[in-house]
């Protein structure tokens, strides 16, 4: 039998950080933001989708889809941000699936899927347990400006454009609080991985 983890959370709540930790206790993790970097390269058939619903104004001279630019439209207008998902969403779910299956082909017994739209997607029936990274939105704010060069404004448009954090946290089996320091936050998982039997 293997455990499905979901780990999840905010836009800049800590759940890259968790990841790093859980990789180094040898934990495999497939991360959606990355699976979603790879099906939209030059030449993949959401890539051409994305390029019929946006125009060529969207890619870099190199061909490659311009992110900032896409970002900076999708995150202000929610319809846009539904016709991106609609094309990317459905490409994402098959290769996390499926790279998620490689794992336990290969006998591993915890695998965690690295989701930030687990909840907002109705993906949670694809795990067995629910880990959310909370931080306050003010903590949150700051992160992201900080590690993206954002200003309040995309910072804002960003956080608004998923479901509230205090939401999500009622909807996990544990609880991250990621407000203190690296070092509390890494006491919390060992606990809980300790509690799940994962350790
Ligand atoms: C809009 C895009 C091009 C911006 O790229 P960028 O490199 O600036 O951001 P990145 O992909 O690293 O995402 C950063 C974070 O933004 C949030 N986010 C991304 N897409 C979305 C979305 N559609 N809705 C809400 N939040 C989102 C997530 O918390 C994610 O961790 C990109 O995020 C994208 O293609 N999004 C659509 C696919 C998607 O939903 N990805 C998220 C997980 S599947
Ligand atoms: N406990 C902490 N104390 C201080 N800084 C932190 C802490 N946890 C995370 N950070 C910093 O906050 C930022 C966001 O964290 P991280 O990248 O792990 O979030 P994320 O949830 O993976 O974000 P995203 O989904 O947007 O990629 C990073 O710059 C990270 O270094």
Same mark, same amino acid.
């Given at each position: 039998?293997? =455990?499905?983890?979901?780990?999840?959370g905010g836009i800049a709540s800590g759940k890259s950080t968790?990841? +790093?930790?859980? +990789?180094?206790?040898?934990?495999?993790?497939?991360?959606?933001d990355?699976?979603?970097?790879?099906?939209?390269? !030059?030449?993949?058939?959401? #890539?051409?989708?994305?390029?019929?619903?946006?125009? +060529?104004?969207?890619?870099?001279?190199?061909?490659?889809?311009?992110r900032a %630019? *896409?970002g900076a439209?999708?995150f202000?207008?929610?319809?846009? +941000?539904?016709?991106?998902?609609?094309? @990317?969403?459905?490409?994402?779910?098959?290769?996390?699936?499926?790279?998620?299956?490689? #794992?336990?082909?290969?006998?591993?017994?915890?695998? /965690?899927?690295?989701?930030p *739209? *687990?909840?907002?997607?109705? =993906?949670?029936?694809? @795990?067995?347990?629910?880990? @959310?990274v909370y931080v306050d939105e003010h903590i949150q704010l700051e992160r992201l400006m900080k590690r993206n060069g954002f200003s309040q404004d995309e910072a804002l448009a960003r956080i608004q454009a998923q479901?509230p954090l205090?939401?999500?946290?009622?909807?996990?089996?544990?609880? !991250?609080?990621n407000n203190?320091?690296?070092?509390?936050? %890494?006491?919390?998982? =060992?606990?809980? =991985?300790?509690?799940?039997? /994962? *350790?």
């Amino acid at each position: 039998m293997s =455990l499905t983890i979901g780990l999840t959370g905010g836009i800049a709540s800590g759940k890259s950080t968790i990841t +790093r930790m859980m +990789r180094e206790l040898g934990i495999p993790v497939i991360d959606a933001d990355q699976v979603a970097r790879e099906v939209v390269e !030059i030449g993949k058939e959401a #890539y051409k989708n994305i390029i019929e619903v946006f125009g +060529r104004e969207i890619l870099q001279e190199n061909g490659e889809i311009n992110r900032a %630019k *896409l970002g900076a439209i999708v995150f202000h207008d929610e319809e846009k +941000r539904k016709k991106l998902n609609a094309i @990317v969403h459905p490409a994402v779910r098959q290769h996390m699936l499926a790279k998620k299956e490689e #794992y336990i082909h290969r006998g591993e017994k915890t695998i /965690v899927l690295d989701i930030p *739209l *687990l909840f907002e997607s109705g =993906l949670t029936h694809f @795990v067995d347990k629910i880990i @959310v990274v909370y931080v306050d939105e003010h903590i949150q704010l700051e992160r992201l400006m900080k590690r993206n060069g954002f200003s309040q404004d995309e910072a804002l448009a960003r956080i608004q454009a998923q479901m509230p954090l205090h939401e999500k946290v009622k909807k996990a089996d544990a609880v !991250i609080d990621n407000n203190g320091t690296i070092e509390e936050t %890494k006491q919390q998982l =060992l606990q809980i =991985l300790t509690k799940w039997d /994962v *350790l």
